[in-house]
């Protein structure tokens, strides 16, 4: 019975943030020394036409580090990618296009950073 009433409880509060919040999905790169500017532009351009090709994403916004405090680690791209749900972040993880994107990011990527979180 307690199990029943903290999963209701829990499904609860999911279907709120989803109700009230904005899921979002923060993508952090890296890249390696290889990479010529164009090709971190070919990156740039791919990822920014992902929302014209999956309407499950939101908003979007990106942006590279300019931060003067120096931990960056050598982390140079941020692409903050917003979802209304956790089921549209399911959708686009395996979507064909994002695949796609994933594969022409693959030799010039060095590394990422990811993290999601339900916007307060």
Known sequence: MMLGMFTMATM??????????K???????????SASAQDIEKIEKAFSELPSKIPQIKEYEW???????????????????TFASEKDRETY????????????????????????????
């Open 12 to 21: 609860s509060q999911a279907e709120e943030k989803e109700s009230s919040g």
């Open 23 to 33: 899921l979002r999905h923060v993508v952090i790169f890296k890249f390696k020394e």
């Open 63 to 81: 942006g590279t580090n300019n931060s003067p405090e120096m931990f960056d680690k050598g982390f140079t791209h941020c692409f903050l990618v």
């Open 93 to 120: 993880l395996p979507h064909p296009e994002h695949k796609k994107f994933v594969s022409l990011l693959g030799p010039y990527l060095e590394e990422a950073f990811v993290i999601d979180y339900w916007a307060k």
